[in-house]
């Protein structure tokens, strides 16, 4: 009798996975494959993920419409999946850019109203880094060429949807790493910087007397 009893049990289990995966619609899959995702990368690692997991990603931040015809036509042919406003801050100075990122089915772009400042091809990233407290910052690792200026310092409002959209665009999934204290990052022509995290009354982002860029 316990043997039915729990083949019952299963099997009626698995008839009601069944019926509320069916029931699905197309839009709620995706959100489900992507909050997978997320967990992998952020559960227990990063502060703010619970509260992240009632708000649902949104498909893109802008859309196509809200970019330069000019930045269009440049990227012309490459499908865009997602765009959202982000703060880039400077490799040398750290001075604060606004900036666009625009992920598209191949590549990352940063751009400036009708340019673009630099293109991540994601066949060739080799990181992706944030930091373990509540700030949005993501720094992304490009290799060391020519055609790069150096890692991506950016500060996004939606660092969960917006690093996870990264890595499953790029499926680079398993380069995406949580540090604690500090990184270093690429600043071009063979020269690092460091960028420290630290916790205090108001969240801020400067150099400081070091030369460091601080994430308060």
Known sequence: LMQTS???RKICTRNLVRKYCRGLTAERKVQLQQKVVTSAVFSGK?????ESLSQPFLETRL???DLNPKVLQLIRGENIKYVTPVIKYDRNGF???ERLLVLTQSSAYVVEMAKIKQKIEYSTLKGISTSNLSDGIVVI????DNKQKGDVILQCEHIFETVTKLCILANKQSLVKVVKGSLRFRV???KEGT???TVGPEPQVFKDKTGQLTVV
């Open 6 to 8: 729990e083949m019952l």
């Open 195 to 197: 960028m420290v995290f």
């Open 188 to 190: 071009g022509s063979g």
């Open 95 to 97: 001075k604060a850019r």
């Open 63 to 65: 859309k196509e419409n």
């Open 46 to 50: 990063k502060e703010g993920y619970l």
């Open 141 to 144: 690792h490009v290799p060391e």
